[in-house]
């Protein structure tokens, strides 16, 4: 069986592609218009902003080629963008005219309101009846990653088969006829989302699944695998990880901890339920990612049986090799994208830009957080930050936030504020955790992943203090790391911050608590969760 695939080269359609794959279907590239036109099956999936994309289809003749083949009724299903480009038209960096199919505007969520943008995470469909792509997906969430959506109205609502309510309720899915899409991302919503896509390639199929199972409300609190990863000594990939970011072991040869192999430890965390899989490469600050090619294998590999979101950090920057060869960071990104990546994570580079730009208060484009989210969308770029605690017996006199600590220091300190490091938490930086969440946020970073040195590897919980702050100061989902010691942390962190996923490494890593305990546990404390 053959399905062809639109896919104009914006961003990660690897991971479409593994699923079609894995669904035992094999895929045909349209080169031209005419490869849509004689399409039997046409997937759609649209990647990066609305105006590109629209761009791209128009030049090439695609965008007429599209509208004849959904108007003939033929077998479409389009994902995510290539469901906002049905419509008429987009305030993404617009007005910009769309297909024109669907009535209707697309706009952006509205942040005013308490709902975090972008809309990231695992979500509840309301279904109406007829939906049929969406049969076996019942009350289980499907994983959501946009800013923009559609919104229902009396012009439209013939074509809507599923609504979402965030903030406001949008349009999850539209289907007439053949023709299918959906705002989510099946490819990424596990076996749920696998069911989506196999009902579209195989409509005659039986469900396999109970269509009423699940208990998806709203949106979902996301679990989240961390894998460290560097070179031991004997230039193998491994997954380490650190206490307080020192992964060396205590023995006389003094080597890397090794936890595993990367490619095997991400595939059973996606079947043990992680809502997100994280990779951090921790000595891309001094060894070049794009000569790092392992990582990039270690993607490819995960990618092909992964389908929840994967995110890779570790050496995003600017770079010029031994050759003289420069090369952005926007092309280190995008080498991460092609190998299966949906989000990138930027670490040290996002702490020399905001120290920049609160110098200068000048954004010049040119910052790696700048130009990835230029292209990918804000929501590919997670900044993750390494603060350190340092005591404070006053908060008098300081440029940075401090705050008023629940356990006071050692020596009795009742303030700390949060510096921020760099290389790894080899470097101290003179700028802190609050005013770089804020200063990256307004560059363009769309999630902020918050460690904390003191708490990492230390099993006590997390560091609630400091992801209030954080999670208090921007209006991006925050992701709360380091210090996961037992299921009651993760929901110690749900109830008294407003993070919107908690990652942890060590406990995973060596099996004291499951994934599915700790989904359980935030279950039955009446945090919603995937399950
Ligand atoms: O600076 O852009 O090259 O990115 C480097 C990335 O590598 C950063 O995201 C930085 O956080 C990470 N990193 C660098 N050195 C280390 C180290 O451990 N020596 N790891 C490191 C950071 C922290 C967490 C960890 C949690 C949870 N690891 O992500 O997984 O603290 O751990 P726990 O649950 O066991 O407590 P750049």
């Known amino acids: 069986e053959v399905v062809t695939l639109l896919d104009y080269g914006a961003g990660n359609v690897r991971s479409v592609r593994n699923a079609i794959r894995h669904l035992g279907f094999q895929i045909k590239d349209v080169q031209t218009p005419a490869d849509i036109l004689n399409a039997g099956r046409l997937i759609f999936p649209g990647v990066g902003a609305f105006a590109p994309a629209m761009d791209v289809l128009n ?32 305030t ?20 005013s309101n308490g709902f975090r943008v972008p809309h990231i995470g695992w979500d509840a469909l309301q279904i109406a009846e007829d939906s049929e792509i969406l049969d076996e997906v019942g009350n289980r969430h499907v994983y959501f990653v946009h800013s923009y959506r559609a919104m229902p109205s009396e012009e439209n609502k013939e074509w809507i088969s599923s609504t979402c309510d965030y903030g406001d309720t949008f349009i999850a899915s539209v289907r007439k006829g053949n023709v299918h899409a959906v705002q989510f991302h099946p490819e990424k919503s596990g076996d749920v989302g696998l069911s989506v896509l196999r009902r579209f390639l195989l409509p005659k199929s039986i469900p396999a699944k109970n269509p ?100 890779v950090g570790g050496g995003i920057r600017d770079f010029t090799d031994s050759n003289g060869r420069y090369y952005s960071s926007l092309e280190v990104a995008s080498e991460y994208f092609r190998s299966g990546a949906d989000k990138i994570s930027i670490g040290s580079d996002a702490v020399y830009a905001a120290e920049e730009y609160l110098r200068t208060k ?56 949060y510096q921020c490091t760099v290389s790894g938490g080899r470097e101290g930086r003179p700028i802190g955790a609050n005013e770089l969440a804020k200063a990256v946020e307004e560059l363009g970073a769309g999630e902020i992943l918050l460690n904390c040195i003191d708490c990492d590897g230390q099993g006590k919980g997390f560091d609630i203090d400091l992801i209030k702050l954080i999670s208090d100061a921007v209006s991006i989902p925050v992701i709360a790391s380091s210090g996961a010691g037992a299921a009651e942390h993760f929901s110690e962190v749900f109830k008294k911050t407003s993070a919107s996923a908690a990652l942890a490494a060590g406990i995973f890593h060596r099996k004291e608590v499951p994934i599915g305990s700790v989904k359980e546990h935030l279950w039955k404390d009446g945090i919603e969760v995937r399950i």
């Open 362 to 417: 000048v954004k010049t484009g040119k910052s790696s957080i700048e130009q990835i989210s230029r292209v990918y969308g804000n929501q590919a770029v997670v900044v993750s930050i390494d603060p350190r605690r340092v005591y404070l017996s006053s908060p008098n006199d300081l440029e940075f936030k401090a705050i008023k600590l629940s356990n006071p220091g050692p020596n009795g300190e009742e303030y700390a504020w």
């Open 59 to 90: 030049k090439t003749g695609m965008a007429e080629a599209l509208c004849a083949y959904i108007e003939k009724d033929r077998p479409f299903l389009g994902i995510c963008l290539g469901l906002q480009l049905l419509f008429e038209s987009s």
């Open 212 to 311: 009423t199972e699940g208990r998806a409300s709203k949106l979902a609190k996301r679990v989240i695998a961390c894998l460290d990863v560097r070179a031991n000594d004997n230039g193998d990939l491994v997954v380490t990880k650190g206490d307080q970011y020192d992964v060396r072991e205590n023995t006389e040869e003094n080597e890397v901890r090794n936890l595993g192999k990367p490619v095997d430890l991400a595939g059973q965390y996606y079947l043990d339920g992680a809502d997100e899989v994280s990779f951090l490469n921790i000595t891309g600050f001094r060894d070049f990612p794009l000569g790092d090619l392992p990582m990039l294998q270690v993607l490819r590999y995960t990618s092909e049986n992964v389908f929840v979101p994967l995110t």
């Open 92 to 111: 993404e960096n617009g007005p910009v005219t769309g297909l024109g199919l669907i009535p209707g505007v697309v706009g952006k969520f509205d942040a």
